[in-house]
């Protein structure tokens, strides 16, 4: 046997030897140290005991064995089965226990552990990153735990899972404790967790809490403290409840005090004693007195003091038992009760507005001198002599107020706000605004009426002359909107009770009249409103309603006319009209458009006849102006179906119902390509493809155009930014709408969205219109020349089509011109048009401007645009708008020579109908 194997066997022994009583002081140690340190801190827990028998035990089987290991070093070399020790400690422990190594991982948890935290039996868990404890700062903790300190989390509510089958998170009362496990080494080989749940104990405070809350609030309500004295040494004592909570002014605080009368207020001493000497000379059955008494704040309360005289071991001393309560504020509001009648009886003799008391047979008692004077009497008692017995009801002027006023106090008990008319002394009528309730006694019987009336004759007055203003126009004083509103609603009323009646309905606005103010001044256009007022006024019969909407804009309703009466009441009125106006030395010529509209029995609505007639009106306006138009439901049709797109419009980018198509633009001379224009397209779900030309000017009209657009930038940045990646020439072609350029920050979100995709900004060619560029161009020239100095490229789209000149066009900062298709179609019919193609051409060369001609479908017109040395074209000759994937799989490649001479067309076709300024960003 070799030296090692001796060895051992002499460790083992040793091991053997170790006494037990050594291993149960240590037992008893640990177990001592945890029980002072948990009662300390929770006296009340009851399962303290039994917790801490446990944690010791789990202690000593994690620890104990390293611990002897330095005395006895031969116990290191036994080998058992110590995994399987370990596990049947954490299992058998009733709290929810886990080991974990020092990173949080999780070595073994018991099934306590599982249910708590809502875990399947082969579910991983750690303890640091898992959702159940991600909020308890455990990262902090276990920075702790591995410097070898044992830390405690404080008991707290925490959110874990539901027990089965609720599908939500519970709150669990829990104190957490982090125990480090050392190693031979003295490292921190593994965590011990332990969950102990105090939940059932926590809700069992909050229980005896809140009773307590409750008891202390019945005591305190009571207001009555226990108090007993002595009758003849006048020693008193008193039982206070303890809260601390109270309100050191309620009651006047006493505890065993031996000189009371230094309590009681010099005034009320003698007095009480007095009292006290009376009820025990008549030994009357109960004793009460009020006195005053200093609080511990050194204030005086009012107290009044309850009680029956007893007598104590029969050795004849009696003693005052009884309670005492701070009665300050009911004092205090019998005197205030006192003077606040006093008070009420010189408010309501002095009081402003005017008061009254009747009685409940209507007859009155008393009026104040204010209503004396609404009514025109010198004074209330000449007021009350001559009603006094007449109903006070007959001042109201009208006969039905009298009977509805009276049965509304009566029934409901109070009028509040009635406006109406009463008669004054000298018979005239004035408005008055009156609030009037029924005074009830203890069986709820009415016994008296009081009420208050002010004078607001002053104030019908206005609101007269304010309505007059809300319903009338204040240049013309012609009824207006809300009046003819009033007007047509009363007639459809009228309609719908009696079939035979008709009535028709016009609005007219008058042409460009805003030029008459601009020429001739806001003072003629006044007169001018005048005069045709009263030149349609003379046209209409007694029963016909003229209003002035707006500035420019009028309506007639007639009454009791036929469909034909209304036209011809209108056309009289338009010849009228055209006759020349002599206002302030000048003669003024005007014309109108009108909107006619018959009565049928589908309208229900004022607004609704107002709508179709105002469509009418804007027929009349698109069809040429000066006309009449009478409303069809053709019409009607055409604006719902406009409606109706536009709703569709701002649904199609949720639906992802617009997309993109690209056509090429190729250089002329080697047929490479040299960019891309993005064309927006519409796929209807229910219409199919919708032309631009539908619903870009309406996206212009209702604001779309700014989302709708961004998108196009968006997507088409995208787009070329993919396929820049194998041809890093491509130029994207991107149309701006006159409603972006106007907008300003437009240069901003471009970059933006340039910087997003990592776009060079001279990849970006912007397409503007010619007559765009124009109409507001100091404007237009600003946002171009940022967007330029930015170093995006500038190109005129449509050139030819507007009405620019050379020296505005040499203002912008332009990299291209683009000829108009209108010229390239026409190019073999007309030579004239070819010179103009021609001088574009030259100019653009002169002006250093690249040329794309837009539309080329034949070879012809190729061959003749590359006479002219035109540098790009565009158009079905080359390829039509084609989707992403067409774009790639036949011209995204490195680049080389494509044919200078594509193959013609199979069959001819008409080019897409593009709106001259879409697609639009």
């Not at 051992?8 to 091991?15: D, F, R």
């Not at 202390?216 to 601390?244: F, I, S």
């Amino acid at each position: 046997m070799d030296s090692t194997t001796i060895t051992g066997h002499a460790h083992a022994k040793n091991v053997r030897r170790v006494p037990s009583l050594v291993m149960a002081m240590l037992f008893v140690v640990v177990f001592v140290l945890l029980w002072a340190s948990s009662c300390h801190r929770h006296p009340s827990q009851p399962l303290d005991f039994i917790d801490l028998l446990l944690t010791a035990t789990l202690l000593l089987g994690l620890n104990l064995k390293n611990t002897l290991r330095i005395f006895f070093t031969g116990l290191g070399r036994r080998k058992k089965n110590g995994n399987n020790e370990l596990e049947d400690i954490i299992r058998s422990n009733p709290h929810p226990t886990l080991i974990c190594d020092p990173s949080g991982n999780t070595l073994i948890f018991n099934d306590s552990f599982a249910d708590l935290m809502g875990l399947p039996p082969d579910e991983g868990f750690t303890v640091t990153t898992d959702h159940r404890t991600a909020d308890w700062g455990l990262n902090d903790i276990f920075s702790r735990v591995r410097l070898g300190e044992t830390v405690v989390l404080p008991e707290a509510w925490r959110e874990l899972p539901a027990k089965h089958p609720k599908p939500h998170s519970r709150s669990v009362f829990l104190r957490v404790t982090f125990i480090p496990v050392r190693n031979t080494a003295g490292l921190v080989e593994k965590v011990f967790v332990k969950l102990e749940d105090f939940t059932e104990h926590k809700r069992i405070e909050e229980s005896i809490e809140l009773d307590q809350k409750r008891l202390r609030a019945a005591l305190e309500g009571a207001r009555q403290l226990v108090c007993e004295m002595d009758m003849t040494t006048y020693k008193m004592v008193v039982d206070l409840p303890v809260n601390d909570h109270s309100d050191t002014e309620s009651t006047a605080k006493l505890k065993h005090h031996a000189a009371f009368d230094t309590l009681v207020h010099p005034e009320d001493w003698e007095q009480l004693q007095e009292q006290i000497r009376l009820y025990e000379a008549d030994n009357g059955a109960h004793f009460e007195h009020r006195f005053r008494m200093k609080s511990d704040t050194r204030k005086w309360r009012w107290i009044r003091l309850r009680g029956k005289a007893l007598s104590y071991n029969g050795n004849g001393n009696l003693k005052l038992a009884g309670t005492m309560s701070d009665i300050t504020e009911e004092h205090e509001a019998e005197i205030n009760l006192r003077k606040s009648e006093a008070t009420y009886r010189a408010l309501f003799a002095h009081a402003p507005e005017g008061m009254y008391l009747t009685r409940a047979d209507d007859t009155v008692v008393c009026v104040n001198r204010s209503f004396a004077r609404i009514l025109g009497y010198d004074s209330p008692e000449e007021f009350e002599a001559e009603n006094r017995t007449m109903p006070f009801s007959q001042i109201y002027l009208i006969p039905k107020v009298r009977e509805s006023r009276l049965a509304a106090l009566r029934n409901k008990g109070e009028i509040l706000q009635m406006e109406t008319l009463v008669r004054r002394k000298d018979g005239n009528p004035v408005w008055i605004a009156e609030n009037a309730r029924a005074v009830r006694d203890n069986m709820n019987e009415i016994v008296q009426f009081a009420g208050s009336i002010t004078d607001i004759t002053i104030r019908k007055h206005n609101d007269e002359r304010l309505m007059h203003q809300v319903l009338y126009d204040q240049r013309t004083n012609l009824p207006n909107r809300s009046y003819c509103l009033e007007k047509l609603d009363q007639s459809l009323k009228k309609a719908a009770g009696d079939p035979n009646h008709l009535f028709g309905l016009m609005i007219f606005d008058l042409d460009g009249f805003g030029t008459v103010n601009d020429s001739f001044g806001h003072f003629v256009g006044d007169r001018m409103f005048l005069e045709i007022s009263q030149r349609v006024r003379d046209q209409l019969r007694p029963t016909d309603t003229l209003a002035r909407f707006s500035s420019d804009e009028f309506c007639v309703l007639t009454e009791d006319a036929l469909p034909g009466d209304t036209m011809s009441l209108a056309e009289k009125i338009r010849t009228k009209l055209e006759d020349p106006f002599q206002v302030d030395g000048h003669e003024i010529y005007v014309t109108a458009s009108f909107g006619i509209l018959a009565y049928n029995p589908n309208y229900v609505r004022p607004d609704d006849m107002l709508r179709d007639a105002e469509l009418a009106m804007q027929q009349a306006k698109q069809q040429g102006k000066n006309r009449c138009a009478v409303f069809s439901s053709e019409i009607y049709q055409r604006k719902s179906r406009r409606t109706i797109m536009e709703k569709e419009l701002r649904r199609a980018m949720e639906r992802d119902e617009l997309f993109l198509n690209y056509q090429p633009i190729v250089k002329l001379d080697t047929g490479e390509l040299k960019g891309l224009e993005a064309l927006i397209r519409w796929k209807h779900p229910d219409n199919g493809l919708i032309s631009p030309a539908q619903f870009i000017p309406l996206a212009e009209e209702t604001g779309l155009i700014d989302p709708i657009g961004e998108w196009v930038l968006r997507e088409s940045c995208r787009q070329i930014g993919k396929w820049r990646k194998t041809n890093d020439s491509l130029v994207l072609n991107v149309n701006i709408s006159g409603k972006q350029l106007a907008k300003t920050g437009l240069e901003g979100r471009i970059y933006q969205i340039l910087q997003e995709f990592s776009l060079d900004p001279g990849c970006l060619n912007l397409e503007v219109t010619e007559s765009m560029a124009m109409s507001n161009m100091d404007a237009n020239l600003r946002t171009l020349k940022r967007l330029k100095y930015m170093g995006a490229r500038l190109s005129i789209d449509d050139f030819g089509t507007g009405y620019s000149s050379l020296a505005h066009l040499q203002r912008f900062p332009l990299d291209e011109l683009k000829i108009d298709r209108a010229f390239i179609n026409t190019i073999n019919a007309n030579p004239a048009k070819n010179r103009i193609i021609h001088a574009i051409v030259e100019m653009a060369l002169g002006l250093n401007l690249e040329m794309v001609a837009e539309g080329i479908e034949t070879q012809f017109q190729c061959d003749l645009i590359k006479t002219y040395k035109c540098h790009y074209g565009q158009g079905y000759l080359f390829a039509k708008p084609m989707d992403p994937a067409d774009i790639e799989k036949t011209w995204i490649h490195p680049p080389k020579p494509r044919p200078t001479e594509p193959p013609r067309p199979q069959t001819s076709s008409t080019p897409d109908i593009v709106h001259p300024v879409i697609p639009i960003q």
